[in-house]
């Protein structure tokens, strides 16, 4: 517990994320707030500008600054490198999360549920943007996940009807799971308030899987890795 605690105060010091994306997070908080008091019916319209702040958020970057050495002091004690590479991720999705839990609770005072943003898709929408971010920026530079995953969106978006219809894929075809994963990887704000049955999940269960392995590929290459300082280099 004491490790635990010290790792969050070091990087609450030495923060993987800029001060302008918690303030960015504020904005979007207010302004998401105030459109759910004037027209809950918009809930999953002002949860979307958090899902792709969030997307930026996760894509922290841990190899870049771990080389200029700002995490010296964690790296070179004795200890389970696991568990910075943990407390690093966390440091960073946690703004993201505080605020869509602000935003749920905004709608559950207006409307008296949190029917929309406590959804079990868009709980998969945040856990999806919170995960595979970090993971694929853990040995680029600051916002490289974020800004990749955005051209994709950018690019192939149009090939996706507003409302997910591609999750209506038939059962009985074969490439349905794929087909619904890959439009959640490709634009999670399809899945924001719907309310997923066991099939579904099963059909998105590709995307789920893909985000915990590379979860638990980019703790473990933090584990192993050596991080020489770019002066020696």
């Known amino acids: 517990m004491r490790v635990s605690w010290y790792l969050f105060r070091f990087f609450g010091v030495v923060t993987p994320l800029p001060g302008l994306v918690l303030w960015t ?19 999953s319209g002002a949860l979307a500008p958090l899902l792709l702040m969030q997307m930026f958020a ?10 200029r050495g700002h995490y010296d ?82 690019t192939a978006g149009i090939s996706f009807s507003p409302d997910g219809a591609e999750w209506l894929a038939a059962p009985g075809r074969a490439s349905a799971s794929l087909l619904s994963a890959w439009a959640l990887l490709v634009y999670p704000m399809t899945s924001v308030g719907r309310d997923l049955s066991s099939h579904d999940l099963m059909l998105l269960s590709p995307a789920l899987l893909l985000a915990a392995a590379a979860m638990g590929a980019a703790w473990t290459w933090v584990a192993r890795a050596t991080f020489p300082l770019e002066a020696a280099q």
Do not use: C, K, Y
Not at 27 to 40: E, K, M, N, Q, T
Not at 114 to 136: H, N, R
């Open 73 to 154: 002091l964690l790296l070179t004690r004795a200890g389970n490198r696991m568990s910075i590479a943990v407390a690093h991720w966390l440091t960073s999705v946690a703004p993201g999360l505080l605020s869509w839990l602000i935003v749920a609770g905004v709608e559950a005072l207006t409307t008296g549920q949190a029917s929309v943003a406590l959804a079990s898709g868009t709980g998969v929408a945040f856990a999806l943007v919170s995960t595979i971010p970090w993971a694929v920026t853990v040995t680029l530079p600051r916002f490289s996940g974020g800004i990749g995953w955005l051209l994709v969106l950018t």
């Open 25 to 43: 997070f504020g904005v979007l908080v207010a302004g998401a707030s105030a459109l759910i008091v004037v027209d809950p019916a918009r809930t």
């Open 58 to 67: 996760a894509s922290s970057g841990f190899a870049v600054p771990a080389r």
